[in-house]
């Protein structure tokens, strides 16, 4: 049974480390400045000082200066008056943005409304012991609330408001996770954003918090022990209390946590020899088994490794003993195990594993790769496989029998994106949420004997989807690869290049974009706005080759698509660069910046937030030296030339007329240290002297984005909305 995690999407989560890349240099800011300080603008906007360092590394044979190294130092009383000042300045440029007061106002209705989980938050609904488990948000609470209730017609009620665990909304459930008897969840809660957390156990029954608390977690679900007596989880040994967002993690461990126990969880697996290893467990639904997945960094490619559990001195079974495959487990039948894999299949297939012949000779496919549709997950329940499926980057779902033969599709309400919580062998259905771009997440109950889904739980809006429409085109990139976008916009907008448009990307981690359903998109619409996103190649959307060529070397494909998608709204008259933004989280503030950079006359606006910015230090904080896999090392040469010409913070140029832009960014996010926006907005505000804004918005209390309370949410989507209003010069249709 899989964990089910709230907060956004988490793209750049790996699970073990490598060592740190050597440098010798002070984090501290300089004593003076030599001569350089960031200028004031042209126009009226005068840039708070941020005086230049001397530091500069040596890159094969290459020097590379790194000015403003001090502002790494989060808590530096330099770093934050620098903060501070930053903030109140762009502020004061938000004064007298158009409608400012009534973007936030309508931002607060729209959100205002009773939903349900989605790829961005909150639990889909998952059954333990007769009971089933989702989450709830009524409206404006700042996080989304756990409800349970006794079958399908039981009557629900609060197991835990994570919205009481603070006054100001910041700690967030990051995970919950049922026990098989229902009687106990094990659930986790992170502070202020932060990839940390502690986990704890609530009585289903009392909704009584247990003594029972575990530290220093990350990147882990917990995976109950059929008999309830705890759970696996996966750890790190604690931080320096002093560098707690900023340290590398590394020698992640899997534990085992038995309830009432106040020793130290024993650990149940670990690699001493492998400090970039990570590790995951699973227990298989029968209970017999614990299957643990190894990972290397973000790389799709996995090991797994069986443990007998009735048999605990029996030697650890190393099924797949090499990286070269990502490998999932769905489930069992007694001794025969399945998997997705992209072994053998670019777009994946469902295989089976005898554990008693586990050589993979005698390994069997159970559901073919489909040529043209890109497998992304499967369950395993009353003898059926229900696979979920990218279809042109739209979902499907399909149910197979045991043997592999398929029964028929499920019909689903549209043109949208599945997100399939897990079954057990035994449950009688699934339960899936449903979302598009208009369309709020709706609670699906599927049966997978009559492949028939119903409705269990339905949000109602105060927007009116009818009155707009969701169209996909596709688009030549540079070198001629057919790429597709989803275009969003009001029924009957015209076509005459003067459309206010948002475009949106990712391209990464073999991620896919699929259409998302936020409120902050419906503001946008109602404002007038397009809404465009592209379905970039990096991401999951057609298979391993599609991620592969925006990989590494090959990254700069991936601006290139962006690139051509802006070309393409221009073309065919949807906007005009003056009216086009562009906006991207994490990989996609690296892809926003990036691409603003290399082709600043295709854009209006950028928004690039909580970005990875610095490609030449990435690796030194955190996790980030997972990304290794996608981006590269710059301890190799070749991969070394390919970030250092696309490093947003490495290739701002004097005398270039840059789009206005508003750098967004948490000062708690330990996946995607600040650093790099701090440093980027610095440079850049240092090198343009032309008369558009250089503007950061540094969120306090904040993370990466994972359970981000509303309040702030609504907070800085006004912000930026306002931003857009005043600098693409359009007033909002509000």
């Known amino acids: 049974m899989k964990y089910w995690s709230f907060g956004c999407p988490l793209p750049l989560i790996a699970v073990s480390l490598v060592a740190a890349l050597a440098s010798c240099v002070s984090t501290a800011p300089p004593e003076a400045s030599d001569g350089h300080e960031s200028a004031p603008a042209a126009g009226a906007i005068t840039y708070p000082a941020a005086a230049r360092g001397t530091v500069v590394d040596l890159h094969h044979g290459e020097q590379v200066p790194d000015p403003y190294r001090w502002l790494e130092a989060l808590d530096a009383p330099q770093t934050r008056a620098w903060i501070a000042a930053q903030n109140a300045l762009t502020e004061r440029f938000l004064a007298d943005a158009p409608r400012r007061e009534s973007i936030k106002q309508r931002l607060t209705e729209l959100w205002n409304f009773e939903r349900y989980a989605d790829d961005r938050g909150g639990i889909v609904p998952v059954t333990a012991g007769g009971r089933i488990f989702y989450s709830k948000n009524d409206g404006l609470e700042n996080q989304y609330v756990v409800y349970v209730q006794e079958g399908i017609d039981g009557a629900p009620r609060v197991l835990l408001d994570p919205n009481t665990l603070s006054s100001d909304g910041t700690v967030a459930l990051s995970a919950v996770e049922p026990s098989r008897d229902g009687k106990h969840i094990a659930y986790s809660v992170a502070?202020?954003?932060?990839?940390?957390?502690?986990?704890?156990?609530?009585?289903?029954?009392?909704?009584?918090?247990?003594?029972?608390?575990?530290?220093?977690?990350?990147?882990?679900?917990?995976?109950?022990?059929?008999?309830?007596?705890?759970?696996?989880?996966?750890g790190y040994d604690a931080p320096d209390p002093a560098s707690q967002l900023k340290d590398i993690n590394k020698f992640q461990k899997l534990h085992f946590h038995r309830l009432g126990s106040s020793a130290p969880d024993p650990v149940?697996?670990?690699?001493?020899?492998?400090?970039?290893?990570g590790f995951s467990g699973n227990v298989s639904d029968d209970g017999r088994y614990l299957v643990i997945s190894v990972s290397l960094g973000t790389d799709e490619c996995n090991l797994v490794f069986v443990r007998d559990l009735r048999n605990p001195t029996a030697p650890l079974l190393e099924l797949v003993a090499e990286f070269h495959a990502a490998y999932q487990f769905i489930g069992n039948a007694g001794p025969e195990f399945y998997f997705v894999t992209d072994d053998a299949a670019e777009r994946y297939r469902?295989?089976?594993?005898?554990?008693?012949?586990?050589?993979?000779?005698?390994?069997?496919?159970?559901?073919?790769?489909?040529?043209?549709?890109?497998?992304?997950?499967?369950d395993f329940l009353a003898g059926r496989f229900v696979a979920h499926s990218l279809?042109?980057?739209?979902?499907?779902?399909?149910?197979?029998?045991?043997?592999?033969?398929?029964?028929?599709?499920?019909?689903?309400?549209?043109?949208?994106?599945?997100?399939?919580?897990?079954?057990?062998?035994?449950?009688?259905?699934?339960?899936?949420?449903?979302?598009g771009f208009t369309t709020p997440p709706t609670l699906y109950r599927l049966d997978p004997i009559t492949r028939t889904a119903q409705v269990f739980k339905q949000p109602t809006l105060s927007f009116d989807p009818a009155r707009y429409e969701t169209r996909q085109v596709f688009y030549p990139s540079s070198d001629g690869t057919r790429v597709p976008m989803f275009i969003t916009a009001r029924k009957g907008t015209a076509q005459d290049g003067n459309n206010p448009t948002l475009l949106y990307g990712y391209g990464g981690f073999n991620i896919p974009v699929t259409p998302a359903f936020s409120a902050n998109t419906l503001?946008?619409?109602?404002?007038?706005?397009?809404?465009?996103?592209?379905?970039?190649?990096?991401?999951?959307?057609?298979?391993?080759?599609?991620?592969?060529?925006?990989?590494?070397?090959?990254?700069?494909?991936?601006?290139?698509?962006?690139?051509?998608?802006?070309?393409?709204?221009?073309?065919?008259?949807?906007?005009?660069?003056?009216?086009?933004?562009?906006?991207?989280?994490?990989?996609?503030?690296?892809?926003?910046?990036?691409?603003?950079?290399?082709?600043?006359?295709?854009?209006?606006?950028?928004?690039?937030?909580?970005?990875?910015?610095?490609?030449?230090?990435?690796?030194?904080?955190?996790?980030?030296?997972?990304?290794?896999?996608?981006?590269?090392?710059?301890?190799?040469?070749?991969?070394?030339?390919?970030?250092?010409?696309?490093?947003?913070?490495?290739?701002?140029?004097?005398?270039?007329?840059?789009?206005?832009?508003?750098?967004?960014?948490?000062?708690?996010?330990?996946?995607?240290?600040?650093?790099?926006?701090?440093?980027?907005?610095?440079?850049?505000?240092?090198?343009?002297?032309?008369?558009?804004?250089?503007?950061?918005?540094?969120?306090?209390?904040?993370?990466?984005?994972?359970?981000?309370?509303?309040?702030?949410?609504?907070?800085?989507?006004?912000?930026?909305?306002?931003?857009?209003?005043?600098?693409?010069?359009?007033?909002?249709?509000?």
């Open 350 to 378: 469902v295989i089976a594993v005898e554990l008693r012949r586990p050589g993979r000779s005698n390994w069997r496919t159970v559901v073919a790769e489909d040529p043209k549709a890109a497998l992304r997950g499967a």
């Open 523 to 734: 503001a946008w619409l109602e404002m007038g706005g397009v809404f465009a996103s592209a379905n970039l190649r990096g991401g999951a959307e057609y298979g391993r080759a599609w991620h592969e060529a925006g990989m590494k070397t090959h990254k700069q494909n991936v601006f290139d698509d962006f690139a051509a998608a802006a070309s393409y709204l221009a073309r065919e008259k949807w906007t005009r660069p003056e009216r086009l933004a562009i906006s991207g989280r994490s990989n996609g503030g690296l892809l926003v910046a990036a691409t603003m950079l290399q082709h600043p006359e295709l854009f209006g606006a950028a928004l690039p937030q909580v970005g990875v910015l610095d490609m030449l230090r990435f690796r030194e904080f955190t996790i980030g030296w997972a990304w290794e896999s996608d981006y590269g090392s710059v301890r190799n040469a070749e991969e070394y030339r390919a970030l250092r010409a696309y490093s947003p913070l490495h290739n701002i140029k004097p005398g270039v007329e840059y789009p206005p832009t508003l750098v967004l960014t948490g000062d708690h996010d330990d996946r995607v240290y600040p650093a790099h926006s701090f440093k980027f907005v610095a440079e850049l505000q240092h090198a343009y002297h032309g008369e558009n804004p250089m503007l950061t918005r540094i969120e306090t209390r904040a993370g990466h984005g994972a359970g981000k309370p509303t309040t702030k949410v609504i907070e800085e989507w006004a912000d930026v909305y306002a931003f857009l209003a005043k600098v693409l010069a359009f007033e909002p249709d509000l």
């Open 268 to 277: 149940v697996y670990e690699r001493r020899d492998q400090a970039d290893w």
């Open 191 to 234: 502070d202020a954003g932060s990839d940390w957390v502690e986990w704890r156990v609530r009585d289903v029954a009392t909704n009584q918090d247990l003594p029972d608390r575990v530290k220093w977690s990350k990147f882990s679900g917990a995976a109950w022990a059929a008999d309830g007596s705890g759970f696996y989880y996966s």
């Open 391 to 435: 279809r042109d980057a739209r979902s499907e779902l399909r149910v197979f029998d045991s043997k592999g033969a398929e029964l028929g599709e499920v019909r689903l309400p549209g043109t949208g994106t599945v997100v399939a919580a897990s079954a057990g062998a035994d449950d009688e259905a699934l339960f899936f949420s449903f979302l």
